[in-house]
């Protein structure tokens, strides 16, 4: 548990168990105590109706919505935990459509014997998450399950966001010419997750990359408009299976050069040890913007003025040939094609 | 596995693999076939952007929002299964926030080695449900976890409405003489599952009672209006301790008459069997109406003409004794406090 971070800002309240149990999940008075004295105590906001069957939002709209559950494995890992992760992940998803997040809900499945402790953890943490991105969680649900019938804490998040103005994201924008950018440097966040599972020690710690990134995000689509034709985050799968599945929607080539890709020497290097390529592992703070090419610097220089973008670079670009392929110049000037990943590199790593 | 319905209007695809496997979760290759498939194909329609992160919706607020994480064992049951049950579910609760259910999310948690013939029904139930109850599925994820890390299938559906014109639905609005309403008979969802885990067999088949309820609520809001103060649907827990929370939440009391309490005689006698109070027992397909007391015969006859409400009854009343208390006075004639259910009758009833 070296990897958890203590709540001194929000101790945990005196409560009458130090697990959970499954009268917790029952719908009687543990889970109102559970609810009453923790969840809603915790996250309590204007719109947060604790005690109705969900939230009512005033909206005007058209608003983006995505769901997203969460059952990375440990819950507690370098640089994060899965509750800030499921906040952030959402709150990403909910940016990559061009939108701006503002209400989540929030459900959880706990397995039976989760400390309290843990659980409390995980909250503060989807608190603070939520607080410095500015969204409200709004609506929720507990359950439990038995000792063995899940693992720990799953957790998911759905949000609802109103479209930026000048936000007109769709594959169908994406053409050849357009260059594709890299937020930040890649692969953090799997390397993190990998080095903890197989007990392994770096140099010094390499930390997951979860963040929100709606704000890099909003300040590109209010500059560049619609010279910003797409967005994804490469979670699972990484950059090469995401790259793929546009390449595949948009009909047409991705072309890359490996030597513009950001990547933390750290991280490089214990892809190499573990021999993974970085391309397929997982990202949680880091989103692939396709943009005109006219504006591609621009927006590249920009995104750097963020220090949660400090390394983005153009990457490649899309092209006319080998339509709905992903072709890699690599590092000492070959050329090979990319696929999408086969089978499964890392699993549960979000 | 007696309990499953084949899916004749919807066969399986031809697929290259018969269960879910950890690489199904990866983001790669085996996601995309999944989801390409089998769930975009058999859930198509026009805003389930199947290959970005969230859906587009044209909507103008104010809206519900509402989640539940779904975790019933077993998943197939009488009369029903974990996927309708999750979409009706969340309708459920957006009906009771006095919203016209519109859209939904779709969250799977997968356990590695869930045959992909029962993931199928589980699909076309879905399907189904949502059709008939003229919602749209328009975003979803699918994640696996490790065999003996989850337990089949866990969903989460989250749902959008807007709110109905003529709806003023808040715990603010209970008042001393108001009447209570339950819409059909109860506990049948309860014994329906109880009877499947303990392999008993009784006379007829006791089926769940999982049913969309937004077409009698939109109903009685519509002819009623104002006079429909408060709509809860007594799931866990049963209506006993969603009326306990209503009375702490209102601070007036509660007061039952059993004998008007609609229970169907083939239930009666499992619960006496079972040695279960129904009041206890949970609900999918009932909601329980807090109405004004000159509107509550016609609000209950009214719903009478639904056959989801077949036996809608007014069981009780909102007084200004006891404030906080349910009290119920029994077919004999005594009197007795209902407390909230204390620890866990039936656990992973949704």
Known sequence: MGNRKM????????????TITMAHGGGGTLTNQLLEQGVFKLLKNDLLDSHHDGAVLPISGPIAFTTD?????PIFFPGGNIGELAVNGTINDLAMCGSKPLHLSLAFILEEGLPMTEFWDILVSIKEASEKAG???????TKVVEHGKGDKVF????????????????IQRVQPGDAIIASNCIAAHG?????????LEFESDIL???RPLHCPVANIIEKFGPDIHLLKDPTRGGVASVL???ARDARHGIY?????IPIDDQVKGACEILGLDPLYVANEGVFLAIVAANAADDVAATLREDPACAHAAVIGRVVEDHPTQVVIRSGIGGKRIVNMLVGQQLPRIC
């Not at 559950?69 to 494995?73: G, K, P, Q, T």
């Not at 890359?256 to 513009?260: I, Q, S, V, Y």
């Open 7 to 18: 709540s001194l800002s929000c101790p945990m309240p005196k409560l009458d168990f130090d």
């Open 191 to 199: 390397i993190s997750i990998m080095s903890v599972r197989e007990g």
């Open 208 to 210: 997951s990359d979860t």
């Open 135 to 141: 969204v409200q969680i709004v609506t929720g649900d």
């Open 155 to 170: 957790i998911n998040t759905t949000g609802i966001g109103t479209m930026l103005p000048k936000a007109d994201i769709r």
């Open 256 to 260: 890359l050069d490996e030597k513009l």
């Open 69 to 73: 559950s969460f059952v990375i494995s």
């Open 244 to 246: 793929n599945e546009i």
